[in-house]
């Protein structure tokens, strides 16, 4: 079993920036792939952002591209969500998740994600 824990989210007004963190315990030694998932009142969860194993490969949905950065420290076992020029549009509830399956890269499918975290609220005023 994998534990994770998000924490960081807040009400902030546009242009702000904010940094999400994500501590996993438990199984550790088994989380690849690792994601922040969000999700808007009402929609569907959507990919924001996801890491590989070794925080050496990427991947971000369009429409944080330049705005976000993901990292993890698996010293730490922590992965963080910088997040910079926030807008009204990214308000949601903001979702840590892991796989364990056997490939280390990024994972883009959220059928893919074994855990999931509580999630943590992201409010940005106008």
């Known amino acids: 079993q994998v534990q994770l824990v998000e924490s960081g989210g807040g009400l902030v007004q546009a242009g702000a920036s904010l940094t999400l963190s994500c501590k996993h315990s438990?199984?550790?030694?088994?989380?690849?792939?690792m994601g922040w998932i969000r999700q808007v009142s009402g929609k569907a969860r959507e990919l924001v952002a996801t890491?590989?194993?070794?925080?050496?490969?990427?991947y971000y949905a369009d429409f944080v591209k330049g705005r976000f950065t993901i990292s993890r420290d698996n010293s730490k076992n922590t992965m963080t969500l910088q997040m910079n020029a926030l807008a009204p549009e990214d308000t949601a509830v903001y979702y840590c998740?892991?796989?364990?399956?056997?490939?280390?890269?990024?994972?883009?499918?959220?059928?893919?994600?074994?855990?999931w975290g509580q999630g943590t609220q992201v409010t940005v005023s106008p």
């Open positions: 890491i590989s194993w070794s925080g050496t490969s990427t």
């Open positions: 998740a892991a796989s364990v399956r056997g490939s280390t890269q990024y994972v883009t499918q959220l059928e893919d994600y074994d855990y």
């Open positions: 438990g199984r550790t030694t088994s989380t690849n792939g």
